[in-house]
Protein backbone atom coordinates (compact mmCIF):
# COMPACT_ATOMS: atom_id res chain seq x y z
CA UNK A 1 0.00 0.00 0.00
CA UNK A 2 1.25 3.53 -1.14
CA UNK A 3 0.04 6.45 1.52
CA UNK A 4 0.64 9.78 -0.11
CA UNK A 5 0.58 12.28 2.70
CA UNK A 6 1.12 15.86 2.93
CA UNK A 7 4.00 17.10 5.33
CA UNK A 8 2.61 20.22 5.52
CA UNK A 9 4.38 23.62 4.99
CA UNK A 10 7.65 23.09 6.93
CA UNK A 11 7.11 22.59 10.83
CA UNK A 12 7.38 19.75 12.20
CA UNK A 13 4.25 20.09 13.81
CA UNK A 14 2.08 21.26 11.27
CA UNK A 15 2.22 17.62 10.08
CA UNK A 16 -1.58 16.28 10.99
CA UNK A 17 -1.72 13.37 13.04
CA UNK A 18 -2.82 11.33 10.49
CA UNK A 19 0.10 11.47 8.46
CA UNK A 20 2.89 10.96 11.28
CA UNK A 21 0.64 7.71 11.80
CA UNK A 22 1.38 6.71 8.71
CA UNK A 23 5.31 7.82 8.75
CA UNK A 24 5.52 5.97 12.34
CA UNK A 25 4.42 2.59 10.50
CA UNK A 26 6.03 2.87 7.25
CA UNK A 27 8.65 0.54 5.51
CA UNK A 28 9.74 2.62 2.96
CA UNK A 29 9.36 6.32 2.66
CA UNK A 30 10.47 8.46 -0.32
CA UNK A 31 10.12 11.88 0.45
CA UNK A 32 10.68 15.44 -1.83
CA UNK A 33 14.03 16.71 -0.42
CA UNK A 34 13.88 19.91 -2.17
CA UNK A 35 11.04 21.10 -0.10
CA UNK A 36 10.46 18.73 2.85
CA UNK A 37 11.50 19.61 5.96
CA UNK A 38 14.02 16.40 7.07
CA UNK A 39 13.30 16.62 10.56
CA UNK A 40 9.89 14.80 9.69
CA UNK A 41 12.28 11.67 8.63
CA UNK A 42 12.45 11.31 12.38
CA UNK A 43 9.37 9.89 12.74
CA UNK A 44 9.90 6.88 10.21
CA UNK A 45 10.96 3.63 12.32
CA UNK A 46 14.47 2.10 12.24
CA UNK A 47 15.33 0.36 9.44
CA UNK A 48 13.32 1.96 7.34
CA UNK A 49 14.25 2.44 3.30
CA UNK A 50 14.27 6.15 3.17
CA UNK A 51 14.34 7.93 -0.71
CA UNK A 52 14.77 11.04 -1.91
CA UNK A 53 12.55 11.83 -4.75
CA UNK A 54 14.44 14.87 -5.74
CA UNK A 55 17.36 12.69 -6.68
CA UNK A 56 15.21 10.60 -8.90
CA UNK A 57 12.68 9.98 -12.07
CA UNK A 58 9.31 8.69 -11.88
CA UNK A 59 10.46 5.73 -13.03
CA UNK A 60 13.23 5.61 -10.15
CA UNK A 61 10.16 6.29 -7.53
CA UNK A 62 7.91 3.43 -8.91
CA UNK A 63 10.30 0.75 -9.27
CA UNK A 64 11.44 1.36 -5.36
CA UNK A 65 7.64 0.86 -4.54
CA UNK A 66 7.32 -1.93 -6.52
CA UNK A 67 10.20 -3.50 -4.72
CA UNK A 68 8.75 -2.55 -1.15
CA UNK A 69 5.84 -3.89 -2.38
CA UNK A 70 6.93 -7.19 -3.21
CA UNK A 71 9.02 -7.36 0.44
CA UNK A 72 5.24 -6.47 2.46
CA UNK A 73 6.28 -3.02 3.28
CA UNK A 74 3.75 0.22 3.05
CA UNK A 75 5.82 3.14 1.40
CA UNK A 76 4.87 6.82 3.00
CA UNK A 77 5.08 8.88 -0.46
CA UNK A 78 5.74 11.95 1.48
CA UNK A 79 4.78 15.71 -0.78
CA UNK A 80 5.54 18.96 0.50
CA UNK A 81 2.47 21.30 1.64
CA UNK A 82 -0.77 19.32 -0.09
CA UNK A 83 -0.08 17.21 -2.41
CA UNK A 84 -2.88 18.18 -4.74
CA UNK A 85 -0.68 21.76 -5.37
CA UNK A 86 2.01 20.95 -7.82
CA UNK A 87 2.66 17.55 -6.49
CA UNK A 88 2.80 15.77 -9.77
CA UNK A 89 1.03 13.00 -7.96
CA UNK A 90 -2.18 12.25 -10.33
CA UNK A 91 0.73 10.83 -12.84
CA UNK A 92 2.18 8.69 -9.50
CA UNK A 93 -1.50 7.37 -8.63
CA UNK A 94 -2.22 6.43 -11.97
CA UNK A 95 1.07 4.71 -12.88
CA UNK A 96 0.26 3.00 -9.53
CA UNK A 97 -3.35 1.52 -10.77
CA UNK A 98 -1.44 0.46 -13.66
CA UNK A 99 0.54 -1.95 -11.90
CA UNK A 100 -2.26 -3.11 -9.39
CA UNK A 101 -0.37 -0.86 -5.96
CA UNK A 102 -2.92 0.80 -3.98
CA UNK A 103 -3.16 3.83 -2.13
CA UNK A 104 -4.76 6.29 -0.74
CA UNK A 105 -4.14 9.94 -0.11
CA UNK A 106 -3.90 12.77 3.54
CA UNK A 107 -4.28 16.05 2.63
CA UNK A 108 -1.64 18.41 4.47
CA UNK A 109 -1.45 21.83 5.06
CA UNK A 110 -0.67 23.83 1.91
CA UNK A 111 2.20 26.39 2.01
CA UNK A 112 -0.23 29.22 1.02
CA UNK A 113 -2.53 28.74 3.97
CA UNK A 114 1.34 28.84 6.06
CA UNK A 115 2.04 32.44 3.87
CA UNK A 116 -1.01 34.28 5.10
CA UNK A 117 -1.53 32.83 8.88
CA UNK A 118 2.44 34.42 8.74
CA UNK A 119 1.09 37.70 7.55
CA UNK A 120 -1.76 37.62 9.49
CA UNK A 121 -4.27 37.95 6.50
CA UNK A 122 -7.27 36.41 4.84
CA UNK A 123 -7.88 36.04 1.19
CA UNK A 124 -11.26 36.51 1.07
CA UNK A 125 -12.19 39.49 2.67
CA UNK A 126 -15.89 40.92 2.48
CA UNK A 127 -15.98 44.46 -0.16
CA UNK A 128 -12.54 43.19 -1.26
CA UNK A 129 -11.87 39.76 -2.90
CA UNK A 130 -13.97 36.41 -2.59
CA UNK A 131 -12.08 34.52 -5.29
CA UNK A 132 -8.00 33.07 -4.64
CA UNK A 133 -5.92 32.48 -7.91
CA UNK A 134 -3.00 29.81 -7.17
CA UNK A 135 -0.84 29.88 -10.32
CA UNK A 136 2.87 29.95 -11.10
CA UNK A 137 4.81 32.08 -13.76
CA UNK A 138 5.55 30.51 -17.11
CA UNK A 139 9.85 29.18 -17.02
CA UNK A 140 10.77 26.02 -18.37
CA UNK A 141 7.99 24.13 -17.73
CA UNK A 142 4.97 25.84 -19.75
CA UNK A 143 1.29 26.33 -18.37
CA UNK A 144 -1.71 26.55 -20.63
CA UNK A 145 -2.00 30.00 -22.69
CA UNK A 146 -5.44 31.18 -21.21
CA UNK A 147 -3.47 30.90 -17.86
CA UNK A 148 -0.56 33.06 -18.36
CA UNK A 149 0.09 35.17 -15.32
CA UNK A 150 -0.82 38.44 -17.11
CA UNK A 151 -4.25 37.07 -18.13
CA UNK A 152 -5.11 35.91 -14.45
CA UNK A 153 -3.85 38.77 -13.36
CA UNK A 154 -6.78 40.85 -15.16
CA UNK A 155 -9.69 39.39 -12.20
CA UNK A 156 -7.64 41.41 -9.34
CA UNK A 157 -8.65 38.64 -7.26
CA UNK A 158 -6.47 37.58 -4.17
CA UNK A 159 -3.00 35.83 -5.89
CA UNK A 160 -0.91 33.55 -4.45
CA UNK A 161 1.93 32.58 -6.85
CA UNK A 162 4.32 29.59 -6.77
CA UNK A 163 7.55 28.33 -8.19
CA UNK A 164 8.36 31.88 -9.37
CA UNK A 165 10.41 34.03 -6.33
CA UNK A 166 13.63 33.33 -9.47
CA UNK A 167 11.93 35.55 -11.65
CA UNK A 168 10.41 38.57 -9.73
CA UNK A 169 11.44 40.96 -12.91
CA UNK A 170 8.77 38.89 -15.20
CA UNK A 171 6.08 38.02 -12.29
CA UNK A 172 6.21 41.81 -11.21
CA UNK A 173 5.51 42.95 -15.21
CA UNK A 174 2.86 40.32 -16.19
CA UNK A 175 1.16 41.51 -12.82
CA UNK A 176 1.23 45.01 -14.09
CA UNK A 177 0.56 44.01 -18.13
CA UNK A 178 -3.04 42.26 -16.34
CA UNK A 179 -4.18 45.75 -16.14
CA UNK A 180 -6.32 44.83 -12.87
CA UNK A 181 -3.25 45.62 -10.03
CA UNK A 182 -1.54 49.10 -9.95
CA UNK A 183 1.90 49.73 -8.99
CA UNK A 184 0.50 50.31 -5.39
CA UNK A 185 -1.25 47.46 -5.07
CA UNK A 186 -0.04 45.54 -1.83
CA UNK A 187 2.03 42.15 -1.87
CA UNK A 188 4.71 40.14 -0.13
CA UNK A 189 7.17 37.35 -0.36
CA UNK A 190 7.25 34.65 2.20
CA UNK A 191 10.41 32.46 2.30
CA UNK A 192 9.87 29.19 3.85
CA UNK A 193 6.66 29.84 5.52
CA UNK A 194 6.60 28.12 8.80
CA UNK A 195 10.25 26.81 8.87
CA UNK A 196 12.66 28.13 11.21
CA UNK A 197 14.23 30.77 8.89
CA UNK A 198 10.78 32.06 7.56
CA UNK A 199 11.29 35.58 6.15
CA UNK A 200 8.30 37.79 5.09
CA UNK A 201 9.07 41.09 2.96
CA UNK A 202 6.22 43.22 2.68
CA UNK A 203 5.90 45.22 -0.50
CA UNK A 204 4.03 46.61 -3.56
CA UNK A 205 3.52 44.36 -7.19
CA UNK A 206 5.64 47.62 -8.74
CA UNK A 207 8.71 46.78 -6.06
CA UNK A 208 8.25 42.94 -6.11
CA UNK A 209 11.63 42.80 -7.83
CA UNK A 210 13.32 45.22 -5.93
CA UNK A 211 12.14 43.34 -2.69
CA UNK A 212 13.18 40.23 -3.69
CA UNK A 213 16.81 41.73 -4.51
CA UNK A 214 16.79 43.72 -1.10
CA UNK A 215 16.16 40.64 1.28
CA UNK A 216 18.27 37.66 -0.90
CA UNK A 217 14.77 36.37 -1.90
CA UNK A 218 15.45 34.03 -5.04
CA UNK A 219 13.77 30.39 -4.16
CA UNK A 220 11.44 28.45 -1.80
CA UNK A 221 9.39 31.68 -1.77
CA UNK A 222 5.72 32.26 -2.25
CA UNK A 223 4.01 35.71 -3.81
CA UNK A 224 0.88 36.99 -2.50
CA UNK A 225 -0.61 39.82 -4.25
CA UNK A 226 -3.48 41.62 -3.64
CA UNK A 227 -5.66 44.55 -1.64
CA UNK A 228 -6.82 41.95 0.79
CA UNK A 229 -3.24 42.95 2.27
CA UNK A 230 -4.13 46.17 2.90
CA UNK A 231 -4.93 47.21 6.55
CA UNK A 232 -8.68 47.55 6.30
CA UNK A 233 -10.90 48.82 3.63
CA UNK A 234 -12.94 45.69 4.16
CA UNK A 235 -16.52 45.35 4.95
CA UNK A 236 -17.84 43.65 7.92
CA UNK A 237 -18.79 40.03 7.67
CA UNK A 238 -22.51 38.61 7.41
CA UNK A 239 -22.34 36.05 9.28
CA UNK A 240 -21.51 37.33 12.44
CA UNK A 241 -23.48 40.50 11.79
CA UNK A 242 -26.26 40.92 14.27
CA UNK A 243 -28.91 42.55 11.60
CA UNK A 244 -27.98 39.42 9.69
CA UNK A 245 -30.10 36.29 9.74
CA UNK A 246 -28.67 32.76 9.53
CA UNK A 247 -29.54 29.09 9.97
CA UNK A 248 -28.35 28.98 13.25
CA UNK A 249 -29.92 32.82 14.64
CA UNK A 250 -32.39 35.05 14.26
CA UNK A 251 -31.03 38.84 13.56
CA UNK A 252 -32.55 41.60 14.66
CA UNK A 253 -34.85 42.84 11.55
Not at 194 to 216: D, F, I, K, Q
Request: aromatic share 6%.
Amino acid sequence: MVHFVGAGPGAPDLLTLRGAGLLRQAGCVIYAGSLVNPALLALAPDGCRIYNSAEMTLEQVLDAISAAEADGLDTVRLHTGDPCVYGAVREQMDALDARGIGWDDTPGVSSFCAAAAALGAEYTLPGVSQSVIITRLAGRTPVPEQESLAALASHGASMVIFLSAGMLDRVQAELLAGGAYAPSTPAALVYKASWPEERLARCTVGSLAAAGEEHGIRATALVLVGDFLSPGGYERSKLYDPAFTTGWRQGER
